[in-house]
């Protein structure tokens, strides 16, 4: 369906560099029929917005008191299929967590009725939180994992669909059987999706290894194959538990390092997006940096399962490229903005051990779950920010109640504004105290894909 040219008229604010945020008060941006920016107007004169030409009769979109846009949220790790389990991890670490919660959830997605009703309720509460990409992993079962290629799909949201590989040290009831039934598989996945999107300008297919652990030598060697003959991308988790370390250690002692095992099996490159990095070693992150591979940080899941804290900005100061992830459901939540507050203060616990320079600004939190991510999903052409050519995936945040002029009421949530602030103010308000219901509206490719009740598009 073709989309109306529009103009959204109000401040908006996105990521200049890693620490400063572009704040536009008077701004004008104007979203084609193609769902790209084809204008950005930083400061309307006057504050008074006159249209283009050509643009006269576009539809108009302004923001309310105290809203502006956002470039939507980019989450680089998130298990779909764990989504009813948010929350319930109780005092588990990974490897236990992994067979008392997770395993037997996901093997549940062999019903399909269920897979549906789960797709349909995570993606549309990731939308609901601003997230207009998402890296998700499902499970090992195609249907359920073509099912939710197909939700993010009907739903509007931007989309790496992995089926996830798993031939060793897996429980009886979920795993793969073979090499060759794991790459069929893949295949079936990949060959889903270049049929409802062929040039994968939604959602695109993602070779996904759980881990090393849980894959043989020759499914990683035969996932790299995959990977290198079809440019598809892949996510895997390295280095977030020392006990995973350990075993990775004992399973792979031909290796010189976890991050090694990927790099031998082909599975270490620029389309890699690599989980957790907590207990990465120099030579591990310089073999990454050196293979242009990503980093997604889950601060969140990192604390709750007590894998450790990742240096994030030891990474960043080494050149990596570091996206947010939530990680669901070793991560509690599903809100990228809760993460990006989890990534601060996690970062504020490395600073009273190693310095206060660990410490990360709410500009580089916001960074990293936006332009960081893009970059991480190789999209940095296309989102993470607003500039001309780029596609319309944004966020129009409220901090305040919809079409009021005092932020307190209940619509509002938590976020109260008292007239005084500056807009980095509001900003940081925003990233600690906010929550979905300041995401008015989001758009994906200049589509609306979700609006609080309230919202008049
Ligand atoms: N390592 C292997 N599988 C998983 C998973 O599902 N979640 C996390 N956090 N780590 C993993
Ligand atoms: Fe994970």
Redesign the pocket.
């Known amino acids: 369906m073709a989309l109306e040219k529009t103009i959204y008229i109000g401040p908006f604010i996105h990521c200049e560099t890693l620490t400063e945020l572009d704040i536009a008060v008077h701004g004008m941006i104007g979203v084609g029929e193609d769902g790209k920016i084809a204008f950005v107007v930083r400061d309307v004169e006057g504050g008074q917005l006159s249209a283009p030409d050509g643009w006269e009769t576009a539809k108009i979109v302004q923001t309310p008191d105290h809203g502006f846009f956002f470039p939507g949220f980019i989450d680089t790790h998130i298990?779909a299929s764990?989504y009813p389990n948010a929350g319930v991890f109780g005092k588990s670490t990974?490897l236990d967590w992994?067979n008392t919660y997770?395993f037997p959830l996901e093997s549940s997605f062999s019903d399909l009725e269920k897979a549906a009703r789960i797709y349909n309720r995570v993606v549309a509460r990731t939308l609901s939180h601003g997230t207009t990409t998402a890296c998700y992993?499902a499970t090992v079962h195609v249907p359920a994992t073509n099912l939710l290629a197909d939700v993010c799909q009907s739903k509007g949201q931007r989309a790496f669909v992995g089926r996830v590989c798993m031939d060793r040290l897996s429980p009886d009831y979920y795993r793969d059987e073979s090499v060759e039934s794991a790459i069929t598989a893949t295949r079936q996945c990949i060959d889903h999706i270049k049929k409802i999107d062929p040039k994968f300008d939604l959602v695109t297919p993602i070779i996904t290894p759980?881990?090393a652990p849980?894959c043989t030598d020759e499914t990683l060697k035969a996932l790299g194959d995959l990977h290198h003959e079809t440019g598809i991308p892949c996510q895997t988790?390295v280095s977030?538990n020392k006990a995973e370390c350990q075993l990775v250690k004992e399973m792979f002692p031909q290796s010189q390092s976890y991050t090694h095992v990927y790099d031998e099996a082909g599975l270490l490159t620029q389309k890699t997006i690599l989980a957790h990095a907590v207990h990465l070693t120099k030579d591990e992150r310089a073999l990454i940096k050196q293979r242009k591979a990503k980093v997604s940080h889950c601060p969140a899941?990192n604390t709750a399962?007590t894998s450790g804290t990742a240096k994030v900005r030891t990474m960043l100061d080494e050149g990596l490229t570091v996206g947010l992830g939530t990680?669901v459901s070793?991560g509690y939540t599903s809100s990228l903005l809760a993460e990006a507050r989890e990534a601060i203060f996690v970062s504020r616990h490395v600073a009273m051990t190693d310095g206060d320079d660990a410490k990360l600004s709410v500009e580089e939190a916001l960074y990293l779950a936006t332009r960081g991510g893009a970059k991480v999903v190789g999209l940095e052409n296309r989102i993470g920010g607003f500039e001309v050519g780029k596609d319309w995936d944004a966020q129009m945040v409220t901090l305040g109640g919809v079409g009021d002029t005092v932020g307190l009421n209940q619509e509002a949530g938590l976020v109260e504004i008292f007239g005084g602030e500056t807009w980095d103010d509001k900003v940081a308000k925003w990233v600690y105290t906010g929550d979905d219901r300041n995401t008015t509206a989001v758009w994906v490719k200049g589509k609306l894909v979700h609006q609080r009740p309230g919202f008049k598009p």
């Open positions: 298990h764990q990974l992994l997770t992993y759980r881990f849980s988790h977030e899941s399962l990680d070793g």
